[in-house]
């Protein structure tokens, strides 16, 4: 069970704009900023976005992140078959005094 | 070049120990937070420990009193010890250095999240 929640799998067609929901409590999401990450098939997790909007470059602006209250969203528009991987959402939380992860969205471009 | 190489996993039997490392290149281990998360067979990721550069050490609820990190400043790497193995703690695990800043001005922690990883190493408990 992780300690964020998101929908186990989102999918869409080349071109089309997919978003990725994301919950959590007070004291991760409602009191600290939202990371994503995006895995790829057999490879490790990379920084997709950080303190909720902010992109790492390199990562293209079809990409966006949002939050409000204990929830955020991670939105991929002109969806490409290369977006297909892993999304997961993390947070810090005050109580653990790390990082905790979504159980991970699989994103399927058909 | 910024980069982390883990190593030491392997096929540990129920209630065994196992050692973890995470090399690092390209900046300080001992300047940064680093964590440890782990990634069971087709499950998602899970936090498990952090080390602060301060070295205060946190842990997830699951392997707290199991597992201890730690880090060798000399060899500027990372170190996860974990006894006590249970086949619920195979998997891929990664190191991690998370980024962060403080504001002494306002006493303020800001995370930015995890920035660098390694490639991961495989822990298989079973008899």
């Known amino acids: 069970q992780s300690v964020l929640t998101q929908p186990p799998s989102a999918s869409g067609t080349p071109g089309q704009r997919v978003t990725i929901s994301c919950s959590g409590s007070?004291?991760?999401?409602?009191?600290?900023?939202v990371n994503w990450y995006q895995q790829l098939p057999g490879t490790a997790p990379k920084l997709l976005f950080y303190?909720?909007?902010l992109r790492p470059s390199g990562v293209p602006d079809r990409f966006s992140g949002s939050k409000s209250g204990t929830s955020a969203s991670l939105a991929i528009s002109g969806l490409q078959s290369e977006d297909e991987a892993d999304y997961y959402c993390a947070a810090w939380d005050d109580s653990l005094n790390g990082q905790v992860f979504g159980g991970g969205t699989k994103l399927a471009v058909l | 070049e910024v980069q982390l190489v883990e190593s030491g996993g392997g096929l540990v039997q129920p209630g065994g120990s196992l050692r973890l490392s995470c090399a690092a290149s390209?900046?300080?281990?001992?300047?940064?937070?680093m964590s440890w998360v782990r990634q069971a067979p087709g499950k998602g990721l899970e936090w498990v420990s952090i080390?602060?550069?301060?070295?205060?050490?946190y842990y997830a609820g699951s392997v707290k009193g199991r597992f201890t990190i730690s880090r060798d400043n000399s060899k500027n790497t990372l170190y996860l010890q974990m006894n006590s193995l249970r086949a619920e703690d195979a998997a891929v695990y990664y190191c991690a250095r998370d980024s962060i800043n403080y504001d002494f001005s306002t006493e303020t922690f800001y995370y930015y999240g995890m920035d660098v990883w390694g490639q991961g190493t495989t822990v298989t408990v079973s008899s």
């Open positions: 303190s909720n909007d």
């Open positions: 390209g900046f300080t281990v001992s300047s940064n937070y």
């Open positions: 080390l602060y550069s301060g070295g205060f050490t």
């Open positions: 007070s004291s991760n999401i409602g009191s600290n900023t």
